[in-house]
């Protein structure tokens, strides 16, 4: 029997029934693995022709075992005869149909195999897949048009409410329009809780507006809404305030509500909140002094531990804060309030919470009883500019500026520039500025933040009833100031702040009307300080000329005390400067024309400084000339009539001692 041989490469020429099965190691499972398909040596064969139904089918699935569906891959079919990569070239392999028989030799066999096993959802078509969206399109076009429908009606209330609200403002000397106004807008927004609905912006201006225009019975229905489920952790600055309105308009009834329901051990914690903060400070501030104490002992005294029983009933007795402070501080749990005021003080400042009275007043409790002022200082100096609104609150910053080191007065004198430039102007808050400008050794960051932004309006400063107190503290020597921090003189930093303000005060005087400055009594003072200071002459003579004008009327300056006092301190105490111009001597020639007038009046107070300081500088000249023009004989007759009217003759008596 002659065997039919094929050489390598020739299997594709092959057209025999049987063809070879590849010779490979191993079981039959591993004959069909995974890792041997697609991996022959040998030259690969003409792919099976596939239906079109199996080739459509083949893109969506993948083949089992990971197995590739392209056209190029060997794996799915049989190996011919002699074929070179079995490793066994020349010899045939027969195999009986039986076994042939059960293998799913072709591609299509195993694809039909793989969806008997395996379900595969099929595609929806295009026609199916469109009908689906359809009918949720429709769902959520009619939930869209439903939320459109709700919102606009939401809006057309709110512009209903809004134009009675408008109604009401303009209408509201209208008794009965407000009357009708007010019961349509309460019928709008409803009963509700009022502590919860008040958080809206367009329902608290209307709840505002009814407590102010409506009557008793209004504001009492609006007070019982909100007593019913009251909350106020939820406080907004639209509810805040409603609540200022409600405690400034309702009854007694809703003031001790408010304030039981926000002073209390469970919300102490609303002190350190922006908007709790902003309705208990209007509380605190309307309360009776004695109520004040009782609100301070509620942050001062720990619940967590009982102040010995003297102490006690004198704090419950104090009338004022520093007999409060006073009981405190010699009790034996003095140590206990003060740590219970330093964590208060820690929450304020954490929170920037300290524009409240309240915490002002703590603060102050607290900085009496602290023993490490820097400690205090550096811990509300970043937030300075809150302790400005109260008396309190200034007063603790200007004896704590004396602890601040020179970093954090920097930092303060620029926050003063820039955010705080009316201070100087404000009566509570000038006493701050005149600290930092004496006890700041820097002056000409001094000059920088607090002069220089002030000298464009340096008229205004001047005459203003609170800010020439700025300029009056530098041109007078000052008391001691105390200034832990400070290194130079008070004496030498006042004179480098004097060699910048006397030249601009100097040009100021000489360019306006001095009548007004003189009957100005802030702008008198410092002009009286500028020409004891500098002993600028052209400034004296001008002051003399303003006197001689007014000697040629009604002696309104002589008559007005305050002027008075002006003139009469250039002559008496004229100071080093203006002491070698000898003011007496320039006032003598425009008084003595009319003495006779001056005598019999109040004013006659300045011929004796007059005589005084002439006696005192041993001016016989103007001695002379005085006694020359005031005679002793014309000094007894006024005194005479003066007497027989009853009336003051006690200057005219010195007058006669001194001349005689």
């Keep these: 029997m002659k065997l039919n041989i094929q050489r ?126 359809k009918a949720s399109d429709e769902n959520i076009s009619g939930v869209t048009k439903k939320l459109k429908e709700s919102k606009q009606s939401k809006e057309d209330e709110v512009k209903e409410i809004n134009k009675l609200y408008s109604q009401l403002l303009v209408e509201h000397r209208k008794q009965e329009v407000v009357t009708k106004t007010i019961k349509e807008l309460i019928r709008k927004i409803g009963t509700e809780n009022y502590s919860i609905i008040a958080n809206k912006r367009h329902i608290s201006r209307v709840l505002q507006a009814c407590l102010k225009y409506g009557d008793t019975s209004t504001r009492s229905m609006i007070f019982e809404s909100l007593k019913k489920d009251f909350n106020v952790t939820n406080l907004n600055v639209h509810s805040a305030r409603f609540l200022i309105k409600v405690f400034n308009y309702c009854n007694v009834d809703a003031k001790a509500f408010l304030r039981t329901s926000f002073f209390n051990d469970r919300n102490k914690v609303l002190l350190y909140s922006r908007y709790g903060s902003l309705v208990m400070d209007v509380i605190y501030q309307k309360l009776r002094n004695k109520e004040q104490l009782e609100i301070l002992r509620l942050y001062t005294l720990s619940n967590h531990f009982i102040i010995e029983t003297d102490a006690m009933k004198k704090i419950e007795q104090a009338g004022s804060l520093h007999q409060f402070i006073a009981v405190i501080d010699q009790s034996e749990s003095r140590a206990t309030c003060v740590e219970m005021l330093k964590l208060a003080v820690l929450k304020m400042v954490d929170k920037a919470q300290l524009t409240a009275s309240l915490s002002h007043d703590l603060i102050y409790v607290y900085w009496k009883l602290a023993e490490n002022k820097t400690e205090l200082m550096n811990l509300v100096g970043p937030v300075f500019g809150q302790l400005l609104s109260t008396r309190n609150g200034n007063t603790v910053l200007c004896d704590l500026y004396g602890y601040a080191d020179k970093k954090l007065r920097k930092s303060i004198l620029k926050g003063l520039k820039t955010d705080f430039p009316e201070a100087a102007y404000n009566q509570v808050n ?158 003598w020639p425009v008084l003595k024309t009319k003495v006779k007038r001056i005598l019999s009046s109040q004013c006659v107070f300045i011929l004796v400084d007059i005589v005084e300081a002439a006696l005192k500088e041993k001016d016989d000249e103007t001695v002379e000339d005085f006694k020359s023009v005031v005679t002793v004989s014309t000094l007894k007759e006024t005194s005479a009539a003066l007497k027989k009217k009853k009336e003051k003759h006690v200057g005219v008596d010195i007058l006669l001692k001194l001349l005689s």
Excluded: W
């Design 8 to 133: 390598p490469g020739d299997a594709s020429k092959s057209k025999g029934k049987f063809r070879g099965k590849k010779a490979t190691k191993g079981s039959k499972s591993q004959r069909h693995a995974k890792g041997s398909i697609g991996k022959t040596s040998g030259p690969k064969s003409k792919p099976f022709k596939k239906s079109h139904k199996s080739s459509t089918d083949t893109k969506s699935q993948k083949p089992r075992n990971g197995s590739s569906n392209s056209t190029g891959n060997t794996s799915n079919k049989r190996p011919l005869p002699n074929d070179s990569s079995n490793g066994t070239e020349g010899v045939v392999s027969f195999e009986r149909k039986s076994k042939r028989g059960k293998e799913h030799g072709t591609l299509k066999a195993k694809l039909e195999k793989s969806f008997k096993t395996k379900h595969i959802k099929p595609k929806l078509s295009k026609k199916r897949a469109s009908k689906k969206p």
């Design 430 to 587: 000038v006493s701050f500025i005149v600290k930092t400008a004496l006890a700041t050794d820097d002056t000409k960051m001094t000059i920088e933040c607090l002069i220089k932004p002030l000298q464009d309006d340096l008229a205004k400063l001047v005459s203003h009833p609170h800010a020439h107190l700025l300029l009056k503290s530098i041109l007078e020597p000052a008391k001691d100031v105390e200034s832990v921090t400070s290194l130079k003189d008070l004496a030498t930093r006042q004179q480098e702040l004097q060699e910048y303000l006397l030249p601009l005060l100097v040009d100021l005087f000489k360019s306006i009307e001095l009548r007004e400055v003189i009957e100005n009594k802030p702008s008198c003072v410092i002009l009286q300080d500028t020409l004891k200071t500098s002993g600028n002459p052209d400034i004296l003579y001008s002051v003399v000329d303003v006197l001689r004008d007014d000697m040629d009327g009604e002696m309104k300056l002589l008559q007005n005390l305050d002027t008075l006092r002006f003139l009469q301190s250039l002559i008496k105490k004229p100071g080093d400067a203006l002491a070698s111009l000898k003011p007496y001597r320039e006032f």
